[in-house]
């Protein structure tokens, strides 16, 4: 089982400086290695940060017999039971990202090894990315360059808008998730009116976070702006199904910066040629639109390739919140994100 939250990941003692290896992709490594991401993390562990493992197989049976925490990013291998077992002093895996479903297994819990995940982290610029889409969405920026491209010095732009604009427009927000939390968080400030969809949620919770709670069709019909972050489950695929798209009203636009899996794509492509409503889409399915789809040259569409979470210095700020984990871990404490078995039936 997991090391309940609050108690000492090792007990009384403190580790000091816990043999530390990394997995993960080569590209991401390079990149990190060449910001120097990883300077802090040599001084709270015994760590060689040149070195990083893309297969466990394939990695030195010496260096994961002495493994005690594995800090881990996109491309970590599997961890299987067979790479456990290579591992017998592994009693921390610590995630330099977001989601943990790519690489932790339920072996990992058997073994009863602590788990933390960067993927407060990664909210931050996902967030930060929905609330410019809401804001640009409802202000029709997109529209109004185009407009004002072709009519270059021509006036009377001012009346092709009437009727947009930011002023107590209303948002629906799908999933409390950090993302969608932290989204809340962001638009409070505003003349926004803002509901929220989560089966877990109850009321109080969303009087808390400043939403309105309502069920997800309500939601859909009465959002000029919906804003997808939901995880990705058997029971969320195509939750934005033709019915469901068919409920959106005129004009109102739809942003997914969660999973592709969770919108049925051929259904919203249809929607956006009749050009009923907009869409922002970072992610898609499948993850690459073919290139004869509509998508790359639609007016009322804005792609973009899946750049909504971290990247380019953006990733450092993840890293440094698992340094962070990996020297609470050495002084004994528990971790600040840590992720349980039971959060990943309803995280990304």
Known sequence: MPVPEGTLLNGPHVVASPRTVLAMGSEIHGSLLADAAFDRLRHVASVDTSLHITDFTRADPAVL???????????????????????????????AAGSIKH??????WERGIAVSSAAAANALPVAEFTLAAILFANKRVLDAARAYTQAREQPALLPYFTGYGNYHR???????????????ELLRPLDLDVLLYDPYLDRNEARALGVDLVGLDELVR?????????????????????????????????????????????????????????????????????????????????????????LGNELGRMTHWAVDEVRRYAQGLPFTYGVGPDELTRSA
């Open 222 to 310: 009465r959002s000029h702006v919906v804003t997808i972050h939901a995880p990705q489950l058997p029971e969320t695929r195509h939750m934005f199904d033709a019915r469901r798209l068919a409920l959106l009203q005129d004009g109102a636009t739809l942003i997914n910066t969660a999973r592709g899996s969770l919108v049925d794509t051929d259904a919203l492509i249809e929607r956006l040629v009749s050009g009923r409503v907009h869409a922002v889409l970072d992610v898609t399915e499948p993850d690459v639109p073919p290139a004869a789809s509509p998508l790359y040259t639609l007016p009322n569409v804005l792609l973009t390739p899946h750049i909504a979470g971290s």
């Open 170 to 184: 209303t948002v629906g927000i799908v999933g409390a998730s950090r993302i969608g939390r932290r989204v809340a």
């Open 65 to 95: 017999a002495d493994t005690e925490v594995l800090f881990t990013h996109w491309g970590a291998p599997l961890l299987t039971e067979e790479a456990l077992r290579r591992m017998p002093r592994l009693r921390a895996v610590i995630h």
């Open 103 to 108: 690489h932790v297994t339920e072996s990992v």
